[in-house]
């Protein structure tokens, strides 16, 4: 696997920092990577899986939105909406300068985002989600008492993971607004559903509500005794490598010089 550092301007024109993790030879497909609630693109399983996919000859673009990690931007000026534009503009960044994404991968409230994304990519034949919320408003409830202070202030500061953070009161608003129902109902690809029954950050009860609304082909694969963010090496590899075997399905062929190199 070799790795490329590369920009792309997001929603609103900031720069957004990227890695472009890419199998040696002509990449057989291209995939998309969305990271979890306030994550960044360099998290475990954001890097696990970029390893499995290009493995099966799959190229894997991963970012942070805007307004984290080394992206330009305010993330006090960010809600669900702007990260499912900023997912739009890395389409169209692979589309432009490279091939458009035929997977898209979202950990936690990415994985609503690629839901919400995919309608708007053309181009991608299957979506797999990570631990992500039925409703993106889940994530509301990491924000404690901030919530109540936001019915009469329109911002305030918050600690998340140890790391300070503005939160308006518009990015809540934009959390209720979105139809999750809707867009799995019309989702159009083929949907894997990858959760821990023991997720404390966001239970079980939330991947059967997402395989539920979804329409066929979809699947539903449980990682047993991971944690949210797949922190050991061990849950991560394994989550990866199902996602690859899984994607093999809804890809193109293999080339003769891949499937020699496989």
């Known amino acids: 696997m070799h790795a490329s550092k590369v920009e792309f301007r997001g929603h609103d024109g900031s720069l957004l920092a990227a890695r472009l ?21 360099d998290i475990h399983a954001a890097t696990r899986v970029s390893a499995a ?16 990690g080394m992206s330009e931007g305010d993330f006090a000026n960010t809600n669900f909406s702007s ?22 991968v979202g950990h936690s409230l990415g994985g609503a985002a690629v839901i919400a994304a995919a ?13 992500a919320p039925a409703e993106p408003s889940h994530v509301a409830r990491q924000l404690g008492d901030a919530v109540d202070a936001l019915r009469t202030a329109d911002a305030v500061d918050v600690t998340l993971a140890g790391r300070p953070f503005r939160i308006k009161r518009q990015f809540l608003d934009d959390l209720h ?19 821990s029954p023991i997720d404390e950050i966001v239970d079980i009860d939330n991947a059967r509500r997402i395989y539920a609304a979804a329409r066929h082909p979809k699947s539903f ?3 047993d005794g991971a944690r949210h963010l ?10 990866a490598r199902v996602l690859a075997a899984w994607v093999e399905h809804y890809l193109p062929p293999a080339g003769p010089a891949e499937a020699t190199a496989g």
Do not use: W
């Open 21 to 41: 993790d890419h199998p040696e030879g002509t990449p057989r497909a291209y995939a998309l990577f969305a990271h979890c609630f306030t994550c960044g693109k």
């Open 53 to 68: 996919l290009c493995e099966m000859g799959i190229a894997v673009l991963r970012f942070d939105f805007t307004g984290l």
């Open 83 to 104: 990260n499912v534009a900023d997912l739009v503009c890395a389409a169209d960044y692979l589309r432009r300068d490279h091939q458009a994404p035929s997977l898209l």
């Open 119 to 131: 309608g708007l990519i053309p181009e991608a034949r299957a979506v797999a989600t990570v631990g």
């Open 177 to 195: 607004a979105q139809d999750m129902a809707e867009h799995l109902a019309h989702l159009g690809r083929a949907l894997l559903v990858m959760h």
């Open 221 to 223: 694969v449980a990682l």
């Open 230 to 239: 797949l922190g050991r090496r061990e849950d991560a590899v394994y989550a």
